[in-house]
Nanobody, 126 residues
Framework: QVQLTESGGGLVQAGGSLNLSCASS????????VAWFRQAPGKERIFVAS???????FYADSVKGRFTISRENAGKTVYLEMNNLKPEDTADYYC????????????????????WGQGTQVTVSS
């Protein structure tokens, strides 16, 4: 089991960039699929991006071409590079993981993920 800690959130103007990190306090993510979800105030938590243990990446349509998910070589940190940020990207961002893999469809299901971080807040001003 891994424990997850997110960092890198903050306040940025529209068009700006942020880089979020998700660090494992335990073993590396080599057996895990790791994803980012986000939750805006008063709304449900939704899928943003995922990287499988085979390094396949999937993105929500709303962030495709602007966000990039990656995993560093030692395998204990997953990043979410966010560019050209928009006010509608404002949300709490959560890192999540499970032991296994998934498809472009199933990776989007938050019920697959049994380990979650505490979240990091991203605010994009217009």
């Amino acid at each position: 089991q891994v424990q997850l800690t997110e960092s890198g959130g903050g306040l940025v103007q529209a068009g700006g960039s942020l880089n979020l990190s998700c660090a494992s306090s335990g073993r590396a993510f080599s057996r895990n699929t790791v994803a980012w979800f986000r939750q805006a105030p008063g709304k449900e938590r939704i899928f943003v991006a995922s990287i499988t243990r085979g390094a396949y990446t999937f993105y929500a349509d709303s962030v495709k071409g602007r966000f990039t998910i990656s995993r560093e070589n030692a395998g204990k940190t997953v990043y979410l590079e966010m560019n050209n940020l928009k006010p509608e990207d404002t949300a709490d961002y959560y890192c999540a993981a499970f032991d296994g893999t998934c498809t472009n469809i199933s990776c989007r299901d938050r019920r697959l993920y049994n380990t979650w971080g505490q979240g990091t807040q991203v605010t994009v001003s217009s």
